[in-house]
């Protein structure tokens, strides 16, 4: 229903924000990552949102950047993930490394975050790993190196450095400089950053 608000921010603390659009004050739940990222008390604020509605309950999130959101949205589609626990993980890992984690299997960098157990973590794997390589590529015009078309490790490796701000080209690149035959996901990536 909302895309975002913008105007005055009227009050903040680690888990909640109201921002005042035109004398009326919406409240939203927001992660400590958004928190972080808030100017002071008055200035004017613009936040990404979410309104979670249920049966006894209507909920706003806000998040600083549109990144935050989708990814809330993506873990919030989890099964046995809610609003209230998606925010948690937010606030305890920044989107690119949670999306690196997810990517590369990574269990127990996912098991870190509070109120996640190694089940959550490997269910969110399973549920989002698919879904976040193809966002990923489908966000990006350019088109993949053939080279690497056979080869699932070097396609995986390619979006995790998507999913950190490179763009195609310099992720082919980097994958391309260190690829050899057999390597695991992780061992790509780590070469291809230290080499960059």
């Known amino acids: ?35 972080r990222l808030l100017p002071d008390i008055d ?10 509605v249920r049966e006894d309950n209507i909920s706003l999130f806000g998040f600083f950047s549109n990144e935050e959101k989708r990814l809330f949205e993506q873990l919030i589609s989890v ?13 305890d890992i920044a989107p690119a490394e949670f999306s690196l984690a997810v990517i590369t299997d990574d269990v127990n960098r996912l098991t870190k975050i509070s109120g996640i157990g190694k089940k959550t973590a490997q269910r969110m794997i399973i549920e989002l790993k698919d879904k976040m390589k193809k966002e990923d590529i489908s966000d990006n015009v ?34 391309n400089s260190v690829f050899k035959e057999d390597m695991q996901v992780e061992e790509i990536i780590k070469l291809a950053l230290k080499n960059k």
């Open 79 to 91: 099964s046995g993930i809610g609003p209230k626990l998606a925010v948690g993980v937010l606030s």
């Open 43 to 52: 200035n004017e604020v613009k936040l990404y949102t979410y309104m979670a």
């Open 142 to 175: 350019d088109v993949p190196n053939v080279q690497f078309s056979n080869n699932s490790n070097a396609e995986e490796a390619i979006a995790a450095l998507q999913v950190l701000g490179y763009s195609n080209k310099d992720a082919v690149s980097m994958v």
């Open 1 to 35: 229903m909302f895309a975002y608000l913008k105007g005055n921010l009227a009050f903040k603390n680690n888990e909640n924000a109201v921002v005042d659009v035109g004398g009326v004050g919406y409240s939203l739940q927001i992660p400590f990552s958004t928190y």
